[in-house]
């Protein structure tokens, strides 16, 4: 995919910046919340965003959001201990992971399905980052042992992951849908000038 147009691009990372600021709040969603969509949009802006700077923001943008969450909206600072700078390389996996996939993606069903499996792989490895260190680094367990790290990935893991993929499909269909639209409507624009 060719990289977006300026005008298009900032749109873009500003709608993914909203969509962070209106999920994040609620990492697991309820009946009037959506879960967390920031493993998702992560991975999406690196797919369709690219730049760097863009990645440093939106991480900036999490720390603020997760920063305003514990000291004005009354959200446990359970998940903050040393481990929380493992956030780096986790978030850091979705984007170059949705970069790394960014030159394949066409609207057609192979990309579109490549590109659902590239932020399936990104979603699994960027949890088992954040997980891992959580685990073993957060000092929350007294005597932490494989097996029971092992049990907590497998309770946590397919939540954070589906969640990530749910979102990242329904992205990729909402551009599939957008590519097909654009290209009905070319040869229709073009023979009218």
Same mark, same amino acid.
């Given at each position: 995919m060719k990289p977006l147009s300026g005008s298009m691009n900032l749109g873009l990372f500003a709608a993914f910046?909203?969509?962070?600021?209106?999920?994040?709040?609620?990492? =697991? *969603?309820?009946?009037?919340?959506? $879960?967390?969509?920031?493993?998702?949009?992560? =991975? +999406? /802006? &690196? @797919?369709?965003?690219?730049?760097?700077?863009?990645?440093?923001?939106? @991480?900036?943008?999490?720390?603020?959001?997760?920063?305003?969450? #514990?000291?004005?909206? *009354?959200?446990?600072?359970?998940?903050?201990? $040393?481990?929380?700078?493992? +956030?780096?390389?986790a978030y850091a996996v979705l984007w170059y992971g949705g970069r790394l996939y960014? &030159?394949?993606?066409?609207?057609?069903?192979? $990309?579109? +399905? /490549?590109?659902? &499996?590239? *932020?399936?792989?990104?979603?699994?490895?960027?949890?088992? #980052?954040?997980n891992g260190a959580f685990y073993w680094l957060g000092g929350r367990y007294a005597d932490p042992h494989f097996a029971e790290y092992i049990a907590r990935v497998w309770q946590w893991g397919p939540l954070f992951v589906r969640t990530t993929l749910a979102y990242i499909v329904v992205a990729l269909a909402v551009h599939a849908v957008v590519a097909y639209a654009m290209r009905r409507r070319a040869p229709q624009g073009a023979g009218q000038h």
């Open positions: 910046a909203a969509f962070m600021v209106a999920t994040r709040f609620n990492h =697991f *969603g309820d009946a009037l919340h959506l $879960p967390d969509a920031s493993m998702a949009l992560f =991975f +999406l /802006g &690196g @797919l369709y965003l690219r730049r760097h700077w863009q990645f440093v923001a939106m @991480l900036a943008l999490a720390v603020t959001i997760d920063w305003v969450s #514990i000291e004005y909206a *009354g959200v446990s600072d359970f998940c903050v201990t $040393p481990s929380y700078a493992f +956030l780096l390389p960014s &030159g394949q993606l066409q609207p057609a069903w192979l $990309p579109m +399905l /490549g590109a659902a &499996g590239a *932020g399936l792989v990104s979603a699994s490895l960027s949890f088992l #980052i954040s």
